[in-house]
């Protein structure tokens, strides 16, 4: 089933301003921004999530991301701020996806590992292990930011209206808002989407949201909100660069190094 079908049988007759030559229903006019994100080939992102634990810990990510899916998968993120807690990471995190080989630039990595180079190479599936604990995070990051994946979820929602149009990064756009209930919005995603997503939002039951989508259907920016027992969770990306030629390429070849053994982290 489409994500248009999903959301088609939500019921939702909330409508939504002129979409090009056609008018559709506002739960209608989300499902096909999902179907369009899906068809992107590449798009930078610009975006910060902040969130707070009901144990008084509070956290920071901010950073922006150059995507592509031709003609291999390619993915650059550069994380100015990482802060949890009392922790952070000095001079932010930069990561980089080709294919199945990732490479993560990460100071406090390099000083824990004794790495002498200032990247590191590795399997995605090495650093999925959680061996290297800074790196894996670094990357989790990523999923925070994915295009595809944030519409998605809000094809969940019961409750979608479209409630007004505005200028987004200089297009005009159609301003939509609702909530999703995170345990069925996390069913929609892959498999390899599904289990991420319902880590960093499995603590909320419903998440707010705000989506502005362009004359094409593309979204040029989505807000998610979220509180549960003294917890809360925000964030904003902001999106460009739909479909336009980008250059991901690896770091140069003496600036990498292979991630280390294990033995010393035991």
């Known amino acids: 089933m489409s994500a248009a079908s999903v959301v088609a049988l939500t019921g939702c007759g909330s409508t939504s301003p002129q979409l090009g030559n056609v008018k559709l229903a506002a739960a209608e006019a989300v499902a096909q921004t999902a179907e369009k994100a899906e068809a992107v080939t ?32 390619g993915v650059d993120v550069t994380l100015d701020t990482v802060a949890f807690g009392e922790n952070s990471l000095p001079g932010g995190a930069r990561a980089i996806l080709l294919g199945d080989t990732a490479y993560v630039k990460v100071d406090a990595l390099k000083s824990a590992t004794g790495a002498t180079k200032p990247w590191i190479k590795a399997s995605v599936s090495d650093l999925d292990g959680g061996h290297q604990s800074e790196a894996n995070d670094a990357l989790s990051r990523v999923r925070q930011f994915d295009l595809a994946a944030a519409v998605k979820l809000v094809t969940a929602s019961k409750d979608i209206k ?11 756009t159609t301003h939509y808002s609702g909530t999703f209930p995170v345990d069925e919005a996390v ?21 707010k949201f705000d989506l502005w989508a362009d004359a094409e259907s593309l979204p040029r920016k989505i807000t998610l909100n979220g509180s549960a027992e003294g917890g809360s969770f925000n964030a904003t990306m902001l999106f460009k660069g739909y479909n336009e030629p980008v250059e991901i390429s690896a770091p140069p070849a003496n600036e990498v190094g292979e991630i280390p053994q294990q033995k010393n982290f035991n």
């Open 162 to 172: 479209a409630v007004g149009t505005e200028s987004v990064g200089g297009a005009d």
């Open 42 to 73: 590449s798009y930078t992102v610009d975006a910060v999530a902040e969130f707070s634990h009901s144990k008084g810990e509070s956290g920071k990510v901010q950073g922006r991301m150059v995507y592509q899916s031709k003609p291999q998968l």
């Open 187 to 207: 069913k929609l995603l892959d498999d390899a989407k599904r289990a991420p997503a319902a880590d960093q939002l499995g603590e909320f039951k419903d998440i």
